[in-house]
């Protein structure tokens, strides 16, 4: 029997330490499309990027919901939620 496919909410550390969510199948496919200039818009013009957080969930909806949350914060709130996670080096 197959496992069940894991969804993933992840962030991104851009070289001029913005912050990027995402959210993906397959994390390390996922940074690798986003150096090579792939991944998105906003992380093509701020490679290298660097992956500091990933959460996993059990359907892509709750991921999706937690990209769409973190996305909408403002940078205090998301460097506030990734200390909350443990990712207390995360952002200067």
């Known amino acids: ?13 851009c070289c001029d330490d913005t912050l990027y969510g995402g ?3 397959d994390l390390a496919k996922r940074l ?5 200039g792939k991944g998105a818009k906003y992380t093509k013009m701020r490679r290298p990027v660097t992956m500091i957080h990933a959460e996993s969930f059990p ?3 709750s991921a999706l919901k937690a990209e769409y949350a973190f996305k ?8 506030a939620y ?9 952002c200067p």
């Open 82 to 90: 990734l200390k909350s996670h443990q990712k207390e080096n995360c």
């Open 32 to 36: 690798a499309t986003h150096n090579a």
């Open 59 to 61: 359907d892509k909806s």
């Open 1 to 13: 029997m197959a496992s069940p496919k894991e969804y993933y909410f992840y962030v991104l550390r």
């Open 23 to 25: 959210f993906t199948t």
């Open 72 to 79: 909408h914060q403002t940078r205090a709130k998301k460097i």
